[in-house]
């Protein structure tokens, strides 16, 4: 079996995940003084950080780019771009999100807002992370929706 990189390149999943990750990476960074600590870490310390948050980031991108598959019953769902895939594959990102904030600013832990990160009631989710869940898909799409070709 040979490898063709046009038909990777092609895929939905490949294109959403390439530049989820571009585009994600970069907010993160953006983001960096809005949680406790993370502009006195190290430099590779910081980066290795906000990739890693990035490849979690890529993996809620994923899991609704599958919602609204599922919902349409396509996985090119994306190039026809209809209101009901986008609202799934945008509320399942949002939803993912506001989960994992509570998760681990009020549960585990794992990190904590600055005195600069704004929340959003009623779970106190900063608004950093969620406009990046309202932002960054849609732009994600407008993107993948003019590479793929069908």
């Given at each position: 079996m040979e490898f063709n990189i046009t038909k990777l390149i092609n895929l939905p999943e490949f294109n959403l995940a390439f530049f989820s990750?571009?585009?994600?990476?970069?907010?993160?960074?953006?983001?960096i003084p809005t949680y406790e600590g993370m502009a006195e870490l190290e430099h590779l310390q910081g980066v290795l950080v906000c990739t890693q948050a990035t490849f979690g980031d890529v993996g809620?991108?994923?899991?609704?780019?599958?919602a609204a598959s599922i919902s349409v019953r396509s996985r090119r769902w994306i190039t026809s771009l209809r209101p009901l895939p986008l609202a799934v594959y945008w509320l399942t990102g949002i939803a993912i999100t506001v989960a994992l904030e509570f998760i681990y600013t009020e549960i585990t832990h794992r990190w904590t807002y600055s005195e600069l990160m704004p929340l959003v009631p009623p779970l106190g989710t900063g608004l950093s992370p969620l406009m990046q869940w309202v932002l960054v898909p849609l732009l994600v799409v407008f993107v993948v929706r003019r590479q793929i070709r069908d």
């Open positions: 990750f571009a585009f994600h990476f970069v907010w993160e960074f953006i983001q809620i991108a994923l899991v609704a780019f599958w």
